[in-house]
C-alpha cells in the first residue's frame, strides 16, 4: 500500500486508491474544528430536554417492536446504507420512527454534500445506539455509569447517537466489483484516515447538525464522556419530505 497507487490488476486494469486517500486526507487539513461557541450550540439539548420532545413524537416505551413495526409505527434501519452502518448494538434495537428515520437519512445526505463540497470521500456515519426497550436501557445502567438514572429519550424511538471521532469507510464503486481482500485493504485506508483526521469530519458533522436544530428539524446533544451525538428527532417529517437510505 505505499506510494501513490494500490494496484490491484483485473483483466489488465490499474486503478488509483492512495491518491483518492491522500487527497482526503489534505482536504480534511483544510477544515476547520468546531470552535468553542459551536460547541456550546451543540451541548443546549440536554437530557431532560430531548426526553421533552421524545415524549411528544415518540412510542410508549415497552410496547412490543413487532406489533410497532407492523403497524408502521417503527421502522428497522438496514445494517448499511450509503449513508450510515449500524455497529453491533448490545443495548438497543435497530428501530427508529418513520420520522426518525428520515431525519437520519437526511442527515446523512446533508453530510455527503458537505464532504463533495470539500472534495472528501463520502464517509458513512457510525450508529452507535438506537431504540433501547426498558430491559436493555436497565442494563446499560448496571454496565455503564453513565447512563441516564431516569428514563431515556432511546425509549421513545425517536433518538440515534452517532460516533463522531468514528466514521464507517465510502462505500468506493471502483473497488467494489474486485476480490475481498483489496476491499478490505481499501477500507483500512479509508478507516486510517478517518480516524486520523477524526476532530475535522466531527466538525463537518457538527455543522450539519447544528444547521437542522436551527431549522427545528433535531435536537442534539455533544457528549463529553462519550464520544458521540446524541440526537433527538424535533418535528414530524412528512411522506414528501422522506430520503430514501438505500
Known amino acids: 500500500l505505499d506510494g501513490i497507487f494500490l494496484l490491484h490488476r483485473h483483466g489488465g486494469e490499474e486503478f488509483p486508491v492512495r491518491s483518492r486517500v491522500d487527497s482526503a486526507d489534505q482536504n480534511l487539513r483544510r477544515v476547520p474544528g468546531l470552535s468553542r461557541a459551536e460547541g456550546a450550540d451543540l451541548r443546549r439539548d440536554v437530557n431532560a430536554v430531548q426526553i421533552e420532545r421524545a415524549r411528544q413524537l415518540g412510542i410508549q416505551p415497552g410496547s412490543q417492536i413487532a406489533q410497532l413495526a407492523t403497524a408502521g409505527k417503527l421502522v428497522r434501519l438496514a445494517d448499511t ?24 437519512a437526511e442527515i446523512g445526505q446533508r453530510f455527503h454534500a458537505r464532504l463533495d463540497s470539500l472534495g472528501v470521500p463520502r464517509y458513512r456515519l457510525d450508529i452507535t445506539s438506537v431504540l ?51 476491499r478490505l485493504m481499501v477500507d483500512s485506508m479509508y478507516i486510517e484516515t478517518g480516524r486520523r483526521r477524526g476532530a475535522e ?9 447544528h444547521a437542522m436544530r436551527r431549522e427545528g428539524k433535531l435536537m442534539v446533544r455533544m457528549e463529553r464522556r462519550q464520544t458521540v451525538y446524541h440526537i433527538t428527532v424535533a418535528r414530524p417529517y412528512t411522506k414528501r419530505e422522506r430520503i430514501t437510505a438505500d
Do not use: C
Not at 436493555?136 to 453513565?146: D, F, G, T
Open 81 to 104: 446504507t450509503q449513508y450510515w452502518v449500524v455497529r453491533d448494538l448490545k443495548y438497543s434495537e435497530p428501530y427508529l420512527t418513520p420520522s426518525g428515520e428520515a431525519m437520519l
Open 132 to 182: 433501547r426497550t426498558p430491559d436493555k436501557q436497565a442494563a446499560l445502567r448496571r454496565a455503564n455509569s453513565n447512563a441516564s438514572r431516569i428514563e431515556s429519550a432511546h425509549e421513545f424511538g425517536t433518538t440515534v447517537d452517532l460516533a463522531y471521532r468514528r466514521f464507517a469507510p465510502p462505500i468506493d464503486e471502483t473497488v467494489a466489483q474486485y476480490d475481498p481482500f483489496a
Open 201 to 209: 469530519i466531527q466538525a463537518v458533522l457538527g455543522r450539519v447538525l
